[in-house]
């Protein structure tokens, strides 16, 4: 039920495309879904992140798509760039009363764009 | 800026070497973590700690133990290594229940 499964597992987009990375939960409980952002040597980092109260949020060319009733949500890169080339990886938590969002991580999408 | 540092960017140890992960914050974050990164896995959460001295175990704690004996700082101990714990190590900081910074990874592998 900790679960989030995360697809595809690679991805290639022609420069220009839209890409699009699905992510499905169990938990209903969980009120916090961000999306994280990791080139190759380097930490992942925050890229764009939605709680369950609207359904979609939009950042430039990165939106999520959130279905609460299906317990699923997504990431669409519109205009897709080589620069976007990298792993992206969905995560959810449950919002504790000590303060600290203890993250589940999706296995991650390698993400590769050809001009 | 927020600056999450770890000590080594690459490791190699022996089996039932016993290994020291450091990882030191620079933003005051109350929340600290450990997770290591193998592919198709996605992030594992080894170890959190949400104050000096304090700490949880997290998904995948066996063979791993955590100090915290400053807010700055936490570590990650492998007691004895393994060749399974051959694996990608990032440490991540918060403020409590905001956005996680992470370092840029250890990559420790285990002969």
């Known amino acids: 039920q900790q679960q989030v499964k995360q697809s595809p597992q690679s991805l290639i987009v022609q420069k220009g495309g839209i890409s699009i990375i699905n992510c499905a939960y169990e938990?209903?409980?969980?009120?916090?879904f961000p999306w994280y952002q990791q080139f190759p040597g380097k930490g992942p980092a925050l890229l764009i992140a939605?709680?369950?109260?609207?359904s979609e949020k939009k950042e430039g060319r990165f939106t999520i798509s959130f279905n609460k009733s299906a317990k699923q949500f997504s990431l669409h890169i519109m205009d897709s760039q080589p620069g976007d080339s990298a792993t992206y990886f969905c995560a959810a938590s449950l919002d504790n009363s000590g303060g600290y969002n203890k993250l589940i991580f999706g296995a991650g999408t390698r993400l590769a764009v050809h001009p | 800026d927020v600056k999450v540092t770890q000590s080594s960017r690459y490791l190699v140890k022996r089996t039932g070497e016993k290994v020291f992960l450091e990882c030191v914050q620079d933003?005051?974050?109350?929340?600290m973590f450990w997770y290591r990164q193998d592919p198709g896995l996605g992030l594992r959460l080894i170890y959190f700690?949400?104050?000096?001295?304090?700490?949880e175990k997290g998904d995948i704690p066996e063979g791993y133990s955590v100090s915290r004996e400053k807010k700055e700082r936490f570590s990650l101990i492998l007691e004895s290594a393994s060749t399974n714990q051959t694996s990608m190590y990032l440490c991540a900081s918060s403020l409590l229940g905001t956005e996680q910074y992470f370092g840029p990874g250890t990559r420790l592998l285990v002969l």
């Open positions: 933003m005051d974050h109350e929340n």
């Open positions: 700690s949400y104050d000096v001295k304090m700490k």
């Open positions: 938990n209903t409980a969980f009120d916090y």
């Open positions: 939605i709680r369950p109260d609207v």
